[in-house]
């Protein structure tokens, strides 16, 4: 016990000394100076660390940081002091700011489309600030120069609505379109010895789009025939609220019209002159029976071009020589090319709608990446020669139109497999295909889409068909303008993909195939789930 107490005592008098020496030490001079000068060592290294933290980047371990500042407007890189502080590396942080001037610029062109001025004042901008969409055409623009080629002195030469060399067409393309044009356009309309064949459009309920051109294009081989000068009178597609003017209920709405202003004028005036009809300077469709207009003659007077046709058809895997139908097709051909050689304005704003709606973010991702987006004044050179390209498209394309419904009742359909086992074909020759324009009125294809993941697919938005309703009470429920805009849309599109998969036995998918025939894609082929019935 006592040596327990001394020992206690002893310790407590240690401890009392050193406390003691301690406050002498630090009530000294030289302490003072040390503690002083370790704590602006502190100091210092704090400023130099966020000095250098905050010039910009540096690498360590072949790693690239930024500074920790977040934008004002993000909520993304708060400090959360239950994880460690994780820094943004460089590329991460262009990355974002990419993505922000491509929303910016996709909703410039969104409202470019809609002509929004308000949007662009809320801006303090222009217009003309934004840089031009390369998968924007300027319609108003590009319309003045279609109108100036469809004109007699621009077609002395060859017709410009056409593409690809001699071998890239069916056999006399360019001649017989120019002959066409100019055969629809006689140089003077009031001659008393010209005659017309002034029709309306079939507007029979039964009666799709592909079946109304078609009619047409039998029209207009009659009117050829018979030395006549065809009027397309009344469309029904065309009367609704999209059309305007006089465009209302008129192919013009949608295309330039098949004949001068002089000429329908002029056969407008003589058909309500009942000698006229009497005497044959006018005829009207009721003049000619169902065959003669489906399945008449074809003109001849440029021989028999049918006759070599390259075989670039396959169906069921052989392809296709020949078939009891070759003229037809040949003739279908120029026919749909012709009517539908140049777009109005409208059919110009809706195919700006489409691309955009389809590739819009694509082209914006394109345009940010090669740095800026700000607009610069035009050259001469974009004026004058680059302004004639088509609007951008991400390419390779696939078109690829899948014809089920009631169509059922003229021929084989097909399931999207068998469509698509005709892509994977293609795309074993073309590896770096993997985009395709679908066009369809089924909902089920679109839905069945998404299962093929090694493929990019586009369509344009619309309420699709859903069971085995009629095409006719389809296309009721979407409404009249609707109804004919979109299938256009598809028709125009699937025409300038590189490649296309469809059905023969469909008279839509026929015309595409005329079409892409009489516009340079003869050699891209056509791989088709069927043939047509009438072959």
């Not at 310790?11 to 002498?24: F, G, I, N, Q, Y």
């Not at 922000?100 to 901008?125: M, T």
């Not at 013009?252 to 000698?275: D, G, H, I």
């Not at 014809?403 to 497999?417: P, Q, S, T």
């Amino acid at each position: 016990m006592e040596a327990k107490g001394s020992g206690s005592i002893s310790m407590k008098s240690l401890e009392r000394v050193v406390s003691d020496k301690a406050l002498k030490l630090r009530n000294s001079f030289p302490c003072q100076i040390c503690v002083v000068g370790f704590l602006c060592g502190i100091c210092l290294t704090s400023l130099f660390l966020a000095a250098l933290t905050s010039i910009g980047t540096f690498e360590l371990a072949a790693v690239s940081f930024s500074s920790f500042s977040p934008p004002c407007n993000s909520t993304s890189q708060i400090i959360n002091t239950d994880r460690p502080l994780k820094w943004k590396k460089k590329a991460e942080r262009e990355e974002e700011n990419n993505d922000d001037q491509v929303k910016l610029l996709v909703s410039a062109w969104d409202n470019l489309l809609l002509n929004n001025e308000d949007y662009f004042k809320k801006l303090g901008k222009s217009k003309d600030d934004v840089l031009n969409a390369p998968h924007l055409e300027n319609c108003e623009e590009r319309t003045r120069v279609r109108e100036r080629l469809d004109t007699r002195i621009s077609n002395q030469t060859f017709p410009s609505w056409i593409s690809g060399g001699d071998e890239d067409n069916y056999p006399l393309t360019r001649r017989v379109q120019k002959e066409i044009w100019y055969h629809q356009h006689p140089l003077d309309c009031e001659d008393k010895s010209l005659k017309f064949l002034v029709a309306d459009w079939e507007t029979l309920p039964g009666f799709g789009i592909g079946a109304q051109i078609a009619g047409m294009t039998g029209l207009l081989a009659i009117a050829i025939n018979e030395n006549r000068v065809l009027v397309s009178n009344y469309y029904n597609r065309a009367d609704h609220d999209g059309c305007k003017g006089s465009s209302r209920g008129s192919w013009s709405c949608y295309f330039l019209p098949e004949t001068s202003k002089e000429c329908r004028e002029r056969a407008l005036e003589v058909m309500k002159k009942r000698e006229a009809w009497e005497r044959g300077t006018v005829t009207g469709k009721q003049n000619y029976s169902t065959k003669e207009i489906w399945s008449g003659h074809i003109p001849k007077k440029w021989g028999k071009p049918w006759s070599y046709m390259k075989p670039t058809t396959e169906i069921n895997g052989t392809l296709i020589s020949s078939h009891r139908k070759m003229d037809r097709r040949w003739w279908r051909a120029q026919a749909v090319r012709y009517l539908m050689r140049f777009q109005t304005e409208y059919t110009c704003g809706l195919m700006n709608v489409a691309r955009h709606s389809a590739f819009g973010k694509e082209a914006a991702e394109i345009v940010v990446s090669a740095g800026g987006w700000r607009n610069k004044k035009r050259s001469e050179m974009e004026a004058s020669v680059w302004s004639s390209h088509k609007p951008w498209t991400p390419r390779p394309m696939l078109s690829v139109h899948v014809r089920m419904g009631d169509k059922a009742c003229e021929m084989r359909v097909a399931a999207l497999e068998e469509y698509m086992r005709l892509a994977d074909r293609i795309r074993e020759r073309f590896p770096e295909l993997n985009r395709i324009w679908l066009s369809t009125e089924m909902k089920e294809v679109v839905d069945r889409s998404e299962e093929y993941g090694q493929w990019r697919f586009y369509y344009t938005e619309v309420a699709r068909q859903v069971g085995n309703s009629s095409m006719a009470e389809y296309e009721t429920s979407l409404g009249r303008e609707m109804s004919t805009n979109y299938p256009l849309v598809n028709f125009l599109m699937a025409s300038e993909a590189d490649f296309f998969v469809g059905a023969l036995g469909s008279t839509w998918c026929f015309l595409i195939d005329g079409m892409r025939n009489t516009g340079g894609k003869v050699m891209s082929g056509y791989l088709s789930v069927n043939k047509d019935r009438f072959w």
